[in-house]
Protein backbone atom coordinates (compact mmCIF):
# COMPACT_ATOMS: atom_id res chain seq x y z
CA UNK A 1 0.00 0.00 0.00
CA UNK A 2 1.22 3.58 -1.09
CA UNK A 3 0.52 5.94 2.09
CA UNK A 4 0.11 9.67 0.66
CA UNK A 5 -0.10 12.10 3.04
CA UNK A 6 -1.47 15.72 1.48
CA UNK A 7 -2.13 19.23 2.90
CA UNK A 8 -5.29 20.46 1.89
CA UNK A 9 -4.90 24.39 1.17
CA UNK A 10 -6.96 26.91 0.77
CA UNK A 11 -6.13 27.77 -2.58
CA UNK A 12 -6.74 24.87 -4.42
CA UNK A 13 -9.98 23.85 -2.15
CA UNK A 14 -12.47 21.62 -3.93
CA UNK A 15 -10.72 22.00 -7.30
CA UNK A 16 -9.23 20.10 -10.08
CA UNK A 17 -5.45 20.92 -9.38
CA UNK A 18 -3.04 20.93 -6.47
CA UNK A 19 -2.05 17.90 -4.98
CA UNK A 20 -4.80 17.06 -2.49
CA UNK A 21 -6.62 16.19 -6.27
CA UNK A 22 -3.74 14.69 -7.94
CA UNK A 23 -4.20 12.04 -4.72
CA UNK A 24 -7.66 12.03 -4.59
CA UNK A 25 -7.64 10.68 -8.58
CA UNK A 26 -4.85 8.05 -7.89
CA UNK A 27 -7.18 6.87 -4.75
CA UNK A 28 -10.19 6.41 -7.20
CA UNK A 29 -8.42 4.76 -10.12
CA UNK A 30 -6.29 2.31 -8.00
CA UNK A 31 -8.15 1.96 -4.90
CA UNK A 32 -6.43 -1.05 -3.87
CA UNK A 33 -2.92 0.68 -4.33
CA UNK A 34 -3.17 4.11 -2.55
CA UNK A 35 -4.49 5.11 0.59
CA UNK A 36 -4.99 9.14 1.29
CA UNK A 37 -4.83 10.59 4.56
CA UNK A 38 -5.43 14.47 4.13
CA UNK A 39 -4.05 17.25 6.88
CA UNK A 40 -5.83 20.30 7.29
CA UNK A 41 -4.02 23.82 8.55
CA UNK A 42 -2.63 23.09 12.14
CA UNK A 43 -4.05 24.83 14.31
CA UNK A 44 -4.05 25.35 18.02
CA UNK A 45 -7.13 24.39 19.60
CA UNK A 46 -5.98 24.44 23.64
CA UNK A 47 -8.60 26.13 26.04
CA UNK A 48 -6.20 27.01 27.93
CA UNK A 49 -5.46 31.02 27.25
CA UNK A 50 -1.89 30.73 28.69
CA UNK A 51 -0.66 27.75 27.37
CA UNK A 52 -2.09 29.02 23.84
CA UNK A 53 -0.23 32.41 23.93
CA UNK A 54 2.67 30.10 24.86
CA UNK A 55 2.39 28.44 21.89
CA UNK A 56 1.40 31.54 19.38
CA UNK A 57 4.65 33.54 21.20
CA UNK A 58 7.02 30.48 20.49
CA UNK A 59 5.73 29.66 17.71
CA UNK A 60 8.87 28.29 15.68
CA UNK A 61 10.48 26.28 18.54
CA UNK A 62 7.00 24.75 19.46
CA UNK A 63 5.72 24.35 15.88
CA UNK A 64 7.65 21.02 15.00
CA UNK A 65 6.44 19.27 18.01
CA UNK A 66 3.32 20.08 17.54
CA UNK A 67 3.09 19.36 14.23
CA UNK A 68 4.85 15.79 15.17
CA UNK A 69 1.89 15.04 17.53
CA UNK A 70 -0.69 16.29 15.02
CA UNK A 71 0.62 14.24 12.40
CA UNK A 72 1.03 10.44 14.41
CA UNK A 73 -2.85 11.49 15.43
CA UNK A 74 -3.73 12.16 12.12
CA UNK A 75 -2.08 8.63 10.65
CA UNK A 76 -2.64 6.65 13.56
CA UNK A 77 -4.47 4.19 11.44
CA UNK A 78 -1.55 3.97 8.87
CA UNK A 79 0.91 3.52 11.82
CA UNK A 80 -1.32 1.18 13.06
CA UNK A 81 -1.20 -1.34 10.04
CA UNK A 82 2.06 0.03 8.43
CA UNK A 83 3.85 -3.12 6.72
CA UNK A 84 7.56 -3.27 5.84
CA UNK A 85 6.57 -3.07 2.25
CA UNK A 86 4.18 -0.43 2.38
CA UNK A 87 5.20 3.28 0.88
CA UNK A 88 4.71 6.37 2.51
CA UNK A 89 4.53 10.12 0.37
CA UNK A 90 5.04 13.41 2.52
CA UNK A 91 3.43 15.24 -0.47
CA UNK A 92 4.40 18.67 1.24
CA UNK A 93 7.75 18.59 2.49
CA UNK A 94 10.35 21.31 3.20
CA UNK A 95 7.32 23.45 4.41
CA UNK A 96 8.33 25.19 7.35
CA UNK A 97 4.83 25.96 8.46
CA UNK A 98 3.51 22.01 7.33
CA UNK A 99 6.97 20.33 9.04
CA UNK A 100 6.66 17.03 7.74
CA UNK A 101 9.90 16.41 8.65
CA UNK A 102 8.76 14.98 12.54
CA UNK A 103 6.38 12.74 11.12
CA UNK A 104 9.83 11.31 8.72
CA UNK A 105 11.85 10.99 11.62
CA UNK A 106 9.20 9.49 14.06
CA UNK A 107 8.47 6.76 11.00
CA UNK A 108 12.52 6.14 10.16
CA UNK A 109 12.81 5.01 14.15
CA UNK A 110 9.56 3.04 14.20
CA UNK A 111 9.97 1.45 10.30
CA UNK A 112 13.50 1.70 9.47
CA UNK A 113 12.45 -0.83 6.58
CA UNK A 114 9.59 1.23 5.09
CA UNK A 115 10.08 3.47 1.88
CA UNK A 116 9.81 7.08 2.50
CA UNK A 117 9.54 9.22 -0.66
CA UNK A 118 9.04 13.15 -0.17
CA UNK A 119 7.75 15.68 -2.51
CA UNK A 120 9.05 19.04 -2.85
CA UNK A 121 7.50 21.93 -5.01
CA UNK A 122 8.75 25.06 -4.35
CA UNK A 123 11.55 26.43 -6.03
CA UNK A 124 15.12 27.00 -5.33
CA UNK A 125 14.93 30.62 -4.78
CA UNK A 126 11.65 30.38 -2.45
CA UNK A 127 13.81 28.28 -0.35
CA UNK A 128 16.72 30.60 0.09
CA UNK A 129 14.13 32.81 1.20
CA UNK A 130 12.37 30.91 3.87
CA UNK A 131 14.98 28.81 5.26
CA UNK A 132 17.77 30.91 7.40
CA UNK A 133 20.13 28.12 6.34
CA UNK A 134 18.74 26.43 3.33
CA UNK A 135 21.27 24.19 2.59
CA UNK A 136 22.16 22.97 5.75
CA UNK A 137 18.16 22.69 6.81
CA UNK A 138 17.34 21.02 3.31
CA UNK A 139 20.02 18.41 3.48
CA UNK A 140 18.93 17.43 7.52
CA UNK A 141 15.26 17.02 6.01
CA UNK A 142 16.52 14.31 3.52
CA UNK A 143 18.01 12.40 5.51
CA UNK A 144 14.92 10.09 6.92
CA UNK A 145 13.69 10.27 3.73
CA UNK A 146 14.77 7.50 0.56
CA UNK A 147 13.82 9.70 -2.32
CA UNK A 148 13.15 12.77 -2.50
CA UNK A 149 10.71 13.94 -5.60
CA UNK A 150 10.98 16.90 -7.27
CA UNK A 151 8.46 18.36 -10.29
CA UNK A 152 11.23 19.77 -12.15
CA UNK A 153 14.98 18.93 -13.56
CA UNK A 154 15.90 22.64 -11.75
CA UNK A 155 14.88 21.58 -8.07
CA UNK A 156 16.98 18.60 -8.99
CA UNK A 157 19.95 20.12 -10.01
CA UNK A 158 19.79 22.17 -6.69
CA UNK A 159 19.51 19.62 -4.16
CA UNK A 160 22.54 17.89 -5.86
CA UNK A 161 24.89 20.88 -7.09
CA UNK A 162 23.97 23.44 -4.14
CA UNK A 163 22.40 20.89 -1.00
CA UNK A 164 25.12 18.28 -2.17
CA UNK A 165 22.03 15.32 -1.76
CA UNK A 166 23.27 12.32 -3.64
CA UNK A 167 21.74 12.29 -6.99
CA UNK A 168 20.83 8.71 -6.66
CA UNK A 169 18.44 9.69 -3.86
CA UNK A 170 16.41 12.54 -5.53
CA UNK A 171 14.02 11.16 -8.57
CA UNK A 172 12.60 14.02 -11.03
CA UNK A 173 8.49 13.96 -12.22
CA UNK A 174 6.37 16.38 -13.71
CA UNK A 175 3.35 18.38 -12.54
CA UNK A 176 -0.04 16.34 -13.38
CA UNK A 177 -2.84 17.86 -14.61
CA UNK A 178 -6.40 16.47 -14.63
CA UNK A 179 -7.39 15.63 -18.61
CA UNK A 180 -10.86 14.64 -17.54
CA UNK A 181 -11.46 18.10 -16.08
CA UNK A 182 -9.00 20.28 -18.52
CA UNK A 183 -9.55 19.74 -21.96
CA UNK A 184 -11.12 21.39 -24.88
CA UNK A 185 -12.74 19.35 -27.86
CA UNK A 186 -11.66 21.37 -30.92
CA UNK A 187 -9.62 25.16 -31.16
CA UNK A 188 -11.69 28.23 -31.80
CA UNK A 189 -10.42 30.75 -33.71
CA UNK A 190 -8.00 33.06 -33.01
CA UNK A 191 -9.70 36.29 -31.28
CA UNK A 192 -8.75 39.22 -33.41
CA UNK A 193 -7.40 40.94 -31.31
CA UNK A 194 -5.88 38.41 -29.29
CA UNK A 195 -6.46 37.80 -25.99
CA UNK A 196 -3.52 36.90 -23.55
CA UNK A 197 -4.52 35.70 -20.03
CA UNK A 198 -2.15 35.78 -17.20
CA UNK A 199 -2.91 33.83 -14.30
CA UNK A 200 -1.09 32.70 -10.67
CA UNK A 201 1.28 34.70 -8.12
CA UNK A 202 3.74 32.36 -6.84
CA UNK A 203 7.24 34.05 -8.36
CA UNK A 204 5.46 36.12 -10.33
CA UNK A 205 6.98 39.54 -11.57
CA UNK A 206 4.35 41.88 -12.02
CA UNK A 207 6.82 45.27 -12.51
CA UNK A 208 7.96 43.27 -15.92
CA UNK A 209 4.30 42.24 -16.12
CA UNK A 210 2.50 46.03 -15.97
CA UNK A 211 5.52 46.95 -18.42
CA UNK A 212 4.29 44.21 -21.32
CA UNK A 213 1.04 45.66 -20.98
CA UNK A 214 1.19 48.68 -21.30
CA UNK A 215 3.57 48.33 -24.34
CA UNK A 216 0.79 46.13 -26.16
CA UNK A 217 -2.66 48.26 -26.56
CA UNK A 218 -3.43 46.09 -29.15
CA UNK A 219 -3.94 43.29 -27.12
CA UNK A 220 -6.90 41.93 -24.90
CA UNK A 221 -5.43 41.26 -21.60
CA UNK A 222 -6.95 39.07 -18.83
CA UNK A 223 -5.25 39.14 -15.93
CA UNK A 224 -6.44 36.82 -13.25
CA UNK A 225 -4.89 38.13 -9.87
CA UNK A 226 -6.62 36.35 -6.90
CA UNK A 227 -6.24 38.15 -3.72
CA UNK A 228 -2.98 39.89 -4.82
CA UNK A 229 -3.03 43.71 -4.44
CA UNK A 230 -1.60 44.49 -7.90
CA UNK A 231 -4.60 46.70 -8.84
CA UNK A 232 -2.19 49.50 -9.28
CA UNK A 233 -0.05 48.30 -11.55
CA UNK A 234 -2.78 48.38 -14.44
CA UNK A 235 -4.56 51.22 -13.10
CA UNK A 236 -6.36 53.61 -15.78
CA UNK A 237 -5.20 50.98 -19.01
CA UNK A 238 -8.78 50.36 -20.92
CA UNK A 239 -7.38 46.96 -22.74
CA UNK A 240 -6.77 44.95 -19.60
CA UNK A 241 -9.31 43.03 -17.32
CA UNK A 242 -8.79 42.65 -13.83
CA UNK A 243 -9.82 39.16 -12.08
CA UNK A 244 -10.15 38.67 -8.34
CA UNK A 245 -10.53 35.36 -6.69
CA UNK A 246 -13.28 33.44 -9.63
CA UNK A 247 -14.50 29.84 -9.21
CA UNK A 248 -12.88 27.01 -11.30
CA UNK A 249 -15.59 26.52 -13.43
CA UNK A 250 -15.31 30.25 -15.02
CA UNK A 251 -11.68 30.18 -14.73
CA UNK A 252 -10.96 27.26 -17.48
CA UNK A 253 -14.00 29.34 -19.76
CA UNK A 254 -12.39 32.47 -19.55
CA UNK A 255 -9.31 29.84 -20.85
CA UNK A 256 -11.17 28.48 -23.79
CA UNK A 257 -11.52 31.69 -24.97
CA UNK A 258 -8.62 32.56 -24.99
CA UNK A 259 -5.68 32.60 -27.54
CA UNK A 260 -2.25 32.80 -25.29
CA UNK A 261 -1.42 32.38 -21.78
CA UNK A 262 1.48 34.81 -20.81
CA UNK A 263 3.97 33.80 -17.68
CA UNK A 264 6.22 35.96 -16.45
CA UNK A 265 8.29 34.33 -14.01
CA UNK A 266 11.34 34.72 -11.85
CA UNK A 267 11.49 31.14 -11.57
CA UNK A 268 9.18 27.92 -11.47
CA UNK A 269 9.59 24.23 -11.15
CA UNK A 270 6.08 23.12 -12.99
CA UNK A 271 2.85 24.73 -12.31
CA UNK A 272 -1.42 24.01 -11.88
CA UNK A 273 -0.79 27.41 -14.50
CA UNK A 274 1.64 25.85 -17.25
CA UNK A 275 0.09 22.33 -17.15
CA UNK A 276 -3.85 23.73 -17.36
CA UNK A 277 -2.92 26.10 -19.85
CA UNK A 278 -1.58 23.74 -22.53
CA UNK A 279 -4.36 20.99 -21.62
CA UNK A 280 -6.92 23.89 -22.14
CA UNK A 281 -5.24 24.33 -26.05
CA UNK A 282 -3.68 27.65 -25.06
CA UNK A 283 -0.05 28.94 -26.97
CA UNK A 284 2.24 29.84 -24.30
CA UNK A 285 4.61 32.66 -23.73
CA UNK A 286 6.77 32.37 -20.92
CA UNK A 287 9.91 33.52 -19.04
CA UNK A 288 13.04 31.20 -19.57
CA UNK A 289 13.44 30.07 -16.66
CA UNK A 290 13.47 27.31 -14.32
CA UNK A 291 12.23 23.54 -15.58
CA UNK A 292 10.07 25.16 -18.10
CA UNK A 293 11.67 23.29 -20.72
CA UNK A 294 10.75 20.15 -18.22
CA UNK A 295 7.07 21.38 -19.42
CA UNK A 296 6.94 23.49 -22.97
CA UNK A 297 8.86 23.09 -26.15
CA UNK A 298 9.70 25.72 -29.31
CA UNK A 299 6.55 23.56 -30.55
CA UNK A 300 4.37 25.49 -28.73
CA UNK A 301 6.03 27.80 -26.35
CA UNK A 302 8.13 31.24 -26.91
CA UNK A 303 10.59 31.35 -24.57
CA UNK A 304 11.59 35.06 -23.26
CA UNK A 305 14.16 36.84 -21.14
CA UNK A 306 12.84 38.61 -18.71
CA UNK A 307 12.84 42.21 -20.20
CA UNK A 308 9.77 43.97 -21.79
CA UNK A 309 11.58 44.44 -24.80
CA UNK A 310 11.82 39.95 -25.27
CA UNK A 311 8.26 39.80 -24.50
CA UNK A 312 7.04 42.90 -26.60
CA UNK A 313 8.65 41.20 -29.57
CA UNK A 314 7.33 37.66 -29.41
CA UNK A 315 3.92 38.85 -28.54
CA UNK A 316 3.73 41.53 -31.50
CA UNK A 317 5.50 38.05 -33.75
CA UNK A 318 2.44 36.12 -32.56
CA UNK A 319 0.30 39.36 -33.64
CA UNK A 320 1.20 39.05 -37.19
CA UNK A 321 0.70 35.40 -37.47
CA UNK A 322 -2.33 33.75 -36.28
CA UNK A 323 -1.46 30.32 -38.18
CA UNK A 324 1.68 30.03 -35.90
CA UNK A 325 -1.09 30.65 -32.69
CA UNK A 326 -2.91 27.98 -33.96
CA UNK A 327 0.13 25.77 -34.41
CA UNK A 328 1.08 25.74 -31.05
CA UNK A 329 -2.27 25.79 -29.09
CA UNK A 330 -2.84 22.42 -31.31
CA UNK A 331 0.70 21.13 -29.68
CA UNK A 332 0.03 22.05 -26.39
CA UNK A 333 -3.01 19.79 -26.19
CA UNK A 334 -0.93 16.96 -27.37
CA UNK A 335 2.19 17.93 -24.85
CA UNK A 336 0.09 18.01 -22.50
CA UNK A 337 -1.28 14.76 -22.55
CA UNK A 338 1.83 13.34 -21.01
CA UNK A 339 1.28 15.11 -17.81
CA UNK A 340 -2.06 12.51 -17.64
CA UNK A 341 -2.62 11.03 -14.02
CA UNK A 342 -1.38 7.85 -15.25
CA UNK A 343 2.23 9.34 -15.51
CA UNK A 344 2.82 9.96 -12.09
CA UNK A 345 1.17 6.50 -10.96
CA UNK A 346 3.94 5.26 -13.14
CA UNK A 347 5.94 7.08 -11.66
CA UNK A 348 5.42 6.13 -8.62
CA UNK A 349 5.21 2.87 -8.85
CA UNK A 350 9.05 2.81 -10.35
CA UNK A 351 10.99 4.42 -7.54
Not at 136 to 144: F, N, Q, R, V
Request: positive net charge; glycine residues 4%.
Amino acid sequence: MKYLIVQNWNSTKGNHAGMKHMCELLVKKYPQEYNLIVSETFQYTFNNRILKSFLLKYQKLTQKYFATFKYKKLCKSMIKNLKETDEVFLLEYLYPEIPQYGLAIYLRKKFPKVKIYALSHLTSTTYKNIFPKPYKTIYKWSLPIDKMLTLGSSLSTFFIEDVHIPKEKISTGLHYVDSNYYHINEIKEINSPMTIITMGNVQRNYTLLSQIVKNTPNINWIICKGHAPIDHYFYNIPNVQLKGYIEEDELKNIMKNADISLNVMNDTVGSNVITTSMAMGLAIITSNVGSIHDYCSEENAIFCNNDTTSFINAINYLIKNPSKVEIMKKNSIEISKKFDIEYVNQWFNNL
